[in-house]
């Protein structure tokens, strides 16, 4: 999605083209308005596709009208690389808030559809209307029948998915998602935040992997995530119908739900990532990973890529909860319960270091102030974390975290690139910030860390911005959370 974080410096451009300004008259300094206008509208259409790139929907058509000449790349599948109507970010704007988001996203995707490539459709409300025109499901049909050279498509869902919203909905959700996948089975279709409401019926995602199955939906699913809310009636249940998916490349799941066999025939057929949610549910459960999947005995294809990215939320974690795992990716400590103690930092290093690329933690807001325990050593912690992490990219640490810890980490870990945390939450001498020296040799002494410059986030910027794994599964936006969208 448009980041506020993203931005394309076209400085350097406009810096070339007067690089012997010194020596040829004829190169002046831009002065007027319209001089800025005129190589603004003259930049290389590559140079444009990547400004369009970070850009949202409507955007793209403000862009245009302002500079005219870049009306050849709207026209064009270059400027249309994405299309996604997440109205998240149009809140935001106000110059991008409307009344009619359905009928003015409807036309877009009427007028530039055929040159869309990746497609993604938030459905804000599964239940259907009298009036379907006025339902984010007429922006499923709208793809279906213009969207002719889609590579792949995704489908963000509301949370109040059910047996009976779905048989409502039959028509205008499954049939136009079929009709794509017959047009073009090489189109990729993602399922994200999948949330099926049946407490009452205690099958919950089974009752919805099978509908999905019956309407041969499922086998040409590519991402699933089914991991948000969901609820069974008792004891743990391995999901065998995740076999049926043989073009599933990416699964977001409850770690109960997977055992040894499960995981093999996914990793026979496409699977690549494996994010896996452990969570309250889990630990009531009593689920033991241990136990249900032994990962040493994975048997992977001759250069096949595997990655298995671990989420604890809500929950508390101890050391033997921490699996050994060769194809361990990332791992987030997210909202837990309890403290994060000496021992759980040194198991985490000791088991993962080996492997692990990324590790973020995470406090929510109803969490106690400090989320770490033995305070004393926790500088000499952080330092042991960072020496054994040996392939370590990316840190995130939402959370407080006092100076000295964060300084031995980065110092220590060889691999580190991406540090993100907060300015506001890092604590000296057990307070925030007092003044801008303290910031200032912060910086510093995390640059030198890093081997390139370096600062904190401030409040208003994006913290999950990593290149080393999908963020929309590894982190979830706590608005949505808080507007009840989970």
């Known amino acids: 999605m448009t980041d506020s974080t993203d931005s394309v410096d076209v400085s350097d451009g406009l810096e070339e083209?007067?690089?012997?300004?010194?020596?040829?008259?004829?190169?002046?300094?831009?002065?007027?308005?319209q001089d800025v206008e005129n190589l603004i509208n003259s930049l290389p259409d590559l140079v444009v596709q990547t400004i369009f790139q970070y850009l949202y929907w409507k955007e793209k058509i403000f862009a245009t009208e302002v500079f005219q000449r870049w009306e050849r790349i709207l026209e064009s599948s270059l400027g249309w690389e994405r299309f996604e109507n997440d109205r998240a970010y149009a809140h935001e704007h106000e110059a991008l808030l409307s009344a009619h988001y359905v009928l003015e996203e409807a036309a877009c995707i009427a007028q530039y559809g055929q040159y869309f490539s990746h497609c993604v459709i938030w459905i804000h409300n599964f239940l259907p209307t009298d009036s379907p025109v006025d339902t984010d499901f007429s922006i499923l049909k709208y793809v279906e029948l213009?969207?002719?050279?889609l590579k792949s498509l995704a489908i963000y869902h509301p949370?109040?998915?059910?047996?009976?919203?779905?048989?409502?909905?039959?028509?205008?959700?499954?049939a136009p998602l079929q009709n794509v996948l017959s047009s073009d089975s090489r189109v990729g279709l993602n399922f994200y935040r999948l949330l099926?409401?049946?407490?009452?019926?205690?099958?919950?995602?089974?009752?919805?992997?099978?509908?999905?199955?019956?309407h041969n939906i499922l086998a040409k699913i590519t991402s699933l995530d089914f991991s948000h809310?969901?609820?069974?009636?008792?004891?743990?249940?391995?999901?065998?119908?995740?076999?049926?998916?043989?073009?599933?490349?990416?699964?977001?799941?409850?770690?109960?739900?997977?055992?040894?066999?499960?995981?093999?025939?996914?990793?026979?057929?496409?699977?690549?990532?494996?994010?896996?949610?452990?969570?309250?549910?889990?630990?009531?459960?009593?689920?033991?990973?241990?136990?249900?999947?032994?990962?040493?005995?994975?048997?992977?294809?001759?250069?096949?890529?595997?990655?298995?990215?671990?989420?604890?939320?809500n929950r508390s974690v101890c050391p033997v909860h921490i699996c050994p795992n060769p194809f361990a990716q990332s791992l987030v400590l997210d909202s837990l319960c309890s403290s994060v103690s000496r021992a759980l930092l040194r198991c985490v290093a000791?088991?993962?270091?080996?492997?692990?690329?990324?590790?973020?933690?995470?406090?929510?807001?109803?969490?106690?102030?400090m989320p770490f325990s033995d305070l004393e050593d926790l500088a000499s912690n952080f330092k042991y974390l960072g020496v054994h992490m040996k392939q370590l990219q990316s840190a995130v640490f939402n959370l407080i975290i006092p100076s000295d810890a964060l300084i031995a980490f980065a110092l220590h870990a060889p691999r580190l690139t991406d540090l993100l945390v907060f300015q506001h939450k890092i604590f000296f001498n057990g307070r925030v910030a007092v003044t801008e020296d303290q910031v200032t040799d912060l910086k510093q002494e995390v640059s030198v860390a890093l081997r390139a410059p370096w600062a904190p986030i401030k409040l208003d910027d994006s913290l999950y911005k990593l290149a080393c794994c999908?963020?929309?599964?590894?982190?979830?936006?706590?608005?949505?959370?808080?507007?009840?969208?989970?």
């Not at 999908?470 to 989970?486: A, D, H, S």
Request: a neutral charge; one cysteine or more; charged letters at 15%.
């Open 196 to 214: 099926y409401s049946s407490v009452e019926a205690g099958t919950g995602v089974i009752d919805l992997l099978h509908f999905y199955h019956g």
């Open 159 to 174: 949370p109040n998915l059910s047996s009976s919203a779905l048989t409502l909905s039959f028509k205008q959700y499954i």
């Open 350 to 369: 000791d088991t993962y270091g080996p492997t692990l690329h990324c590790m973020a933690f995470i406090l929510s807001v109803w969490e106690p102030l």
């Open 229 to 313: 809310g969901l609820i069974l009636a008792s004891g743990i249940q391995p999901l065998n119908i995740l076999t049926v998916c043989c073009s599933l490349r990416v699964l977001k799941c409850p770690v109960q739900n997977l055992n040894t066999a499960i995981v093999q025939q996914l990793l026979n057929k496409s699977l690549h990532d494996l994010y896996m949610v452990n969570d309250e549910h889990t630990l009531n459960l009593n689920y033991v990973e241990k136990s249900a999947i032994r990962w040493s005995q994975l048997v992977l294809r001759p250069h096949w890529s595997f990655k298995v990215h671990y989420i604890f939320k």
């Open 17 to 33: 083209s007067c690089t012997d300004s010194a020596q040829n008259t004829n190169c002046q300094v831009l002065h007027q308005p």
């Open 146 to 149: 213009h969207c002719l050279r």
């Open 470 to 486: 999908r963020q929309n599964l590894l982190f979830e936006e706590n608005v949505n959370q808080y507007e009840g969208f989970w």
